[in-house]
């Protein structure tokens, strides 16, 4: 899927199966950036999932608007022939397959402009009311101790901590953690956001974004000594690639402060994916020599080579066999390829399996499955 943005004069392309954007003011932290000051530092994120666009208001101070409505915290679809306003500037959104692409204005509605200036006053009202009733730690509760896996960033405005009970992760799974954001000034901050990112080494800086938790929408006063720690929780793909040599895997979380600078920390992870294991598992449990399983496409496709013992090799004219496995929804599909020695129409095996069935069954199971595909493939005796 490719969908073009363009916001003021910016404009970016986002295509592929699990594309992901930040639109705001910071061009530091947003693919998508304009200078407009009714935008936030980070306004909104555009991201593609099972082939549809959606847009995120990220607690933005004048908001995120679809056709006249405000966005919230809840995401919502793209659909040609909507009117979306990022603050006060326009949202443009074209599918270039068929041309259609979001009403396009270069005037904010007056009516619009309203209802953002009514909503900065009850912010302003609330920014400005006594302690008592703003702070969030008068009613938080303390750290779990459990929690112990713990990293934190800092500056002159506050300390940043991330915690988790452990720091190993399987794909399909959730991750619990808290944030304790601890304020050594008088400020007002925007929002807490925490996000589960994978990296490549050569790659991109900023890395992938696979899950984003908005902990806390503000804004709200905090004092100097404020402690409040908060829940989250962040959704692992099911196709996860793995933690190795050129893979590595971060929790980034953010405290944005209104006017001043913002509160960075990161904690390093290790990801695991018990299918591609298990699949390991068999290939060795048939005494057959598997290399590195390689990710690619940001872990939902992965490949490999396997060959059978060195003699069977031999005596069967076999190189290797490759391995190439890709996740398809709720589906899995395994295909091998034959790869013999000599001029030869190298044969080729596809298997698609139901990832319920294949999590739920024995390794003996999964063993004598692959064993039959690989009987299937190899050159009659």
Known sequence: MSVQLQLGAATVKLEGVSARVFAGRDPAACQLAHMDQTLSRRHAEIWVENGKAFLRDLGSANGTWVNGQHLGQEAVPLQ???QIYLGHVPLSVMWPVDGSKTAMATEMPADLKALIAARQQQQAVAAAAPLAVTSPASSSTP???DFAYRKQGANSNGVMLLALRQDTFFNGTMIEGYVEFTSTDNQTVASITV??????RGGVATGHTWDRFLVR???????????LPLPFQLRVPPGTSMTGPDIYWEIRGMVDINWASDIDAKIGIHMRNQDMERIRDALGALDYRLGDIRSV?????FEANFAPPANLAKQWGVNEIELGIEYLGANLKVQMKLDRKGLHHDPQLDQVFELGRLRAASQPEINAT???MIDQLMPKK
């Open 297 to 301: 496409a940001l872990g939902q496709r």
């Open 217 to 227: 929408q503000g804004p709200w006063r905090a004092a100097n000594g404020d402690v």
């Open 195 to 200: 996000e589960l990112v994978e990296l490549k």
């Open 143 to 145: 750290l779990p101790s």
């Open 370 to 372: 692959f064993k039959a």
């Open 80 to 82: 040609p022939g909507q």
